[in-house]
């Protein structure tokens, strides 16, 4: 069954420092990680979409990595701000025969404080 | 703003009531989706279309009845909810319906269901 597990659950750092968020996952056949930012009362925002061959992708202070031996990826944000308190959801698509598949995670809740 | 506006922002109703979400893209999509999402539980796809017509349906129960009279707009008709059904539902377009790598998602802000 293809899954999305994400780690921490809930998150709490000061403002201006790093985190790392992480994404594990048993998807196959794997076509492409993404990450989306949810901010509270809104939808998903994309961040970034990762392909088998890339390792690393940034989007200003966020820079997602993936290990598609391992099936690993984790999303780094860089000095903090108030504004990154959100919910970041890891998304993985499978390649089926009548197009590909998403498997959302449960999200991880960030929440930067002063 | 996404170009994916979604209407009503909340939205209170009983179990008998009849009510509509709708959904407009800006951004000449060819697909439009409904999800689900409940506390802390990952997002359920309720409703796919492709061109207006409906090319997935993930066993949703027939008291969520989607309408799609063109490619910009979708409709989620409700009917006879019950409780378990609150949860905010989102809509969502992308240029096509594949999840491949050049096929984002848009989602709009979702309506924010509550059944009493």
């Known amino acids: 069954k293809n899954q999305v597990e994400q780690s921490p659950q809930s998150l709490i750092i000061l403002e201006g420092k790093n985190c790392t968020l992480q994404?594990?996952?048993?998807?196959?056949?794997?076509?492409?990680l993404r990450w989306y930012k949810q901010d509270t009362g809104r939808g998903p925002v994309s961040l970034t979409i990762?392909?088998?061959?890339?390792n690393t992708k940034s989007n200003g202070r966020y820079t997602a990595t993936l290990d598609a031996d391992t099936k690993q990826s984790s999303l780094h944000i860089t000095a903090s701000q108030l504004s990154d308190s959100a919910s970041y959801i890891c998304?993985?698509?499978?390649?089926?025969?009548?197009?590909?598949?998403?498997?959302f995670g449960t999200g991880t809740q960030l929440k930067v404080e002063l | 703003e996404t170009g994916v506006t979604q209407t009503p922002r909340h939205l209170v109703m009983g179990m008998t009531n009849k009510k509509s979400l709708k959904c407009e893209q800006h951004?000449?999509?060819?697909?439009m989706y409904w999800y689900k999402q409940s506390a802390k539980k990952p997002l359920e796809l309720m409703f796919v279309?492709?061109?207006?017509?409906?090319?997935e349906n993930n066993s949703v129960p027939s008291r969520f009845s989607p309408e799609c009279p063109n490619s910009s707009h979708l409709f989620l008709h409700l009917h006879t909810l019950q409780p378990e059904d609150s949860a905010l539902y989102l809509c969502?377009?992308?240029?096509?319906?594949?999840?491949?790598?050049?096929?984002?998602?848009?989602f709009g802000s979702g309506t924010q269901l509550s059944v009493l």
């Open positions: 969502a377009s992308s240029s096509g319906t594949g999840g491949r790598t050049n096929e984002k998602l848009f």
């Open positions: 994404c594990n996952y048993t998807v196959s056949p794997f076509s492409n």
């Open positions: 990762m392909t088998f061959s890339e």
């Open positions: 998304v993985v698509s499978a390649i089926t025969g009548g197009g590909n598949k998403l498997t």
């Open positions: 951004l000449g999509h060819n697909a």
């Open positions: 279309y492709s061109l207006e017509e409906r090319v």
